[in-house]
Nanobody, 124 residues
Framework: QVQLVESGGGLVQAGGSLRLSCAAS????????MGWFRQPPGKEREPVAAIRWSGDRTAYADSVKGRFTISRDDAENTVYLQMNSLKPEDTAVYYC?????????????????WGQGTQVTVSS
């Protein structure tokens, strides 16, 4: 059974930083693309970042480029999202996902396993 467990969310002031982690189990982690998505309050889920199975390619939503960095540690079966210069509009539930296809424009349809989400709140 595949499990994805996010951690690292919380409350932070604007301009601050957080690092989200997603620990994976139940499938060969290194073979799969990993992505981060978020759902702001009252809005649809949206892509944030993705990383290819090999780790050599990454993709970001325009709204987070230059501020967020996705990375993976295959030895630890973990994917990270380093979030810097946080803004109130980054407030959302953040989900990690594991999927079979990496795309430069991440699409939730390409991901078949999802974590339970972690809340990130950025105060102004």
């Amino acid at each position: 059974q595949v499990q994805l467990v996010e951690s690292g969310g919380g409350l932070v002031q604007a301009g601050g930083s957080l690092r989200l982690s997603c620990a994976a189990s139940g499938r060969t982690f290194s073979r799969w693309a990993m992505g981060w998505f978020r759902q702001p309050p009252g809005k649809e889920r949206e892509p944030v970042a993705a990383i290819r199975w090999s780790g050599d390619r990454t993709a970001y939503a325009d709204s987070v480029k230059g501020r967020f960095t996705i990375s993976r540690d295959d030895a630890e079966n973990t994917v990270y999202l380093q979030m810097n210069s946080l803004k109130p509009e980054d407030t959302a539930v953040y989900y990690c996902a594991s999927g079979y296809r990496y795309s430069s424009v991440p699409n939730s349809d390409d991901y078949d396993y999802w974590g339970q989400g972690t809340q990130v709140t950025v105060s102004s």
